[in-house]
């Protein structure tokens, strides 16, 4: 499953919280790189660690 989205990008806004940060998750699970947007810097940055652990960026 991993491979579906490979090589592609994904935008998603409201990155910290509730759905958005579990589909940005899951984007990133099935391969894609993300581009994330929020106005909260705090929970954007824990957001993106979660993918980068993940081994997207």
Not at 37 to 50: H, M, P, R, V, W
Request: glycine share 12%; proline share 0%.
């Amino acid at each position: 499953m991993a491979a579906e989205l490979e090589g592609r990008v994904a935008l998603v806004t409201g990155a910290v919280g509730g759905i958005s940060r579990a589909a940005a998750i899951m984007l990133s699970q099935m391969g894609a790189d993300l581009l994330l947007l929020d106005l909260k810097e705090d929970g954007l940055n824990a957001t993106a660690d979660a993918i980068r652990k993940a081994g997207r960026r």
